[in-house]
């Protein structure tokens, strides 16, 4: 179990867990709270010149962890996983000219074909991704994402995938994002974290609540301390393997953003210290 | 790849699927298609005494399959855990009753304490439950939920635990229900098929399918052929590891339920030949 959390060195949150916040006032407001780091959504920033980004990011003393989200590899026609492969170039420059360190991978599903060549093609999607991600620098992290979305959003549904994975290709810039909402469940998870670890491709840590009940699929994540996942338990195995990044904050909630956001973030705040 | 069905010899169609329907009323309409098996919810014949039952399963040669469902052993008072056994040991004299060879576990989960506690406690649940399943001669079957419903229904969330469990006790009357909803996305699903089969636990095989989206984490199951579920590779595996039983089909669905429930039949009938 790990131990009480001293203070917001490490905490990090994902722009779309404030998605009615404008980038520039997430940012101010992330930092007047003392958080220290913000993983950037696409679609918050879309529109912004990479100099407006790093300027802001500079302005608030707040590092860049992880752009979000690349992959979605697997597609019915060549045409289309062309097309794909191309958008992922597309955020790795993205990444690199905003000077995030880090592409999140979702790897995709294709419900027309069988889940082996999904993840047949996102072997080859992340083949084809790594000179790219090696000569910008940005390192990518595949995200093993829940069973229920196996159907459109990701072939790869446990660590232990996301492990054969990343030893398959012994890349230093291929590694995993560990998010507790995907894996929470998984009776192999310490197992499979530690194998993370001693591999080092512990590359990102991912936190929120499983609701009890959980209304949606997609859009009712809970605040820590909100839901039934043992945080402190699963922290505690990720910090035995070696992680020292950040704990980053990404809630995906109708709930949520439709509070007051400057609310949401005190309340955020607060779980963070007592529930992670 | 499993060969196209050819009949309907082992057609069994659990009582939830048709809920608007009484026991009776579904029984005249299972059997008037042609259908051979019926699996029992216990909703459907409560308030019926055992031999108005056993009864209408003869007037309809239909062959009872399944009771369901016990289970639910996890709780967080010893008291609880009582009464759940008291509970289930009451099913097992109902299946008795009626004449129903086998009870379907689904094992149950409690948020507030570990998964590893609900674990255990399922393990004591069913060590208590398997005498007077021996005495009364009714098989239990264990039925692995998918992961999205760990937090409340069931810790059992992988065929592997399911056989780790059945491999643990070794009893001829534990054995396990395969339900394709909950498994089919399991890279392992294949290898645990066949573990399942050579120990002779696979006791139950469930069909329907996961529809693209899925708009409702319980009640929003697709007739097959419907979604993404690879249903006849899943069929050939059930087949080649030495399973003969009934085809049972289990579709929870708010939207079909609302409709005219001979006409769904039908399309039951139909999807059960042209894509299971």
Request: glycine share 6%; charged share 25%; aromatic share 10%.
């Amino acid at each position: 179990m790990a131990a009480k959390i001293k203070n917001l060195e490490r905490l990090c949150i994902h722009t779309i867990t404030t998605k009615p916040l404008s980038f520039e006032h997430a940012c101010a407001r992330y930092a007047a709270l003392g958080v220290k780091g913000i993983s950037i959504w696409r679609d918050a920033v879309a529109g912004l010149e990479p100099g407006t980004v790093t300027n802001c990011l500079r302005k608030y003393d707040l590092s860049p962890v992880s752009y979000v989200r690349g992959g979605f590899f697997p597609a019915l026609q060549t045409e289309q996983r062309a097309r794909a492969n191309e958008d992922n170039l597309c955020m790795l420059q993205e990444a690199a000219d905003m000077e995030i360190p880090m592409l999140v991978l979702v790897c995709g599903a294709e419900p027309g074909q069988s889940l082996q060549t999904s993840r047949d093609q996102i072997k080859e999607g992340i083949e084809a991704l790594l000179p790219r991600a090696l000569s910008l620098g940005i390192r990518l992290a595949i995200e093993p994402l829940h069973p229920m979305y196996a159907d459109t959003r990701s072939a790869i549904t446990s660590l232990k995938q996301a492990n054969d994975l990343t030893e398959y290709f012994a890349d230093e810039y291929l590694g995993i994002a560990v998010d507790v909402y995907h894996l929470w469940f998984d009776e192999d998870l310490e197992t499979q974290i530690r194998r993370c670890g001693k591999n080092r491709k512990l590359f990102a840590y991912h936190i929120c609540d499983w609701k009890v009940p959980t209304t949606d699929m997609l859009n009712d994540r809970g605040l820590m301390g909100e839901g039934c996942i043992p945080l402190k338990q699963i922290r505690g195995w990720v910090e035995e393997a070696g992680f020292t990044g950040f704990h980053e904050v990404e809630i995906f909630s109708n709930k949520y953003w439709a509070e007051d956001q400057d609310h949401f973030l005190d309340r955020i705040l607060n779980a963070y210290m007592e529930h992670s």
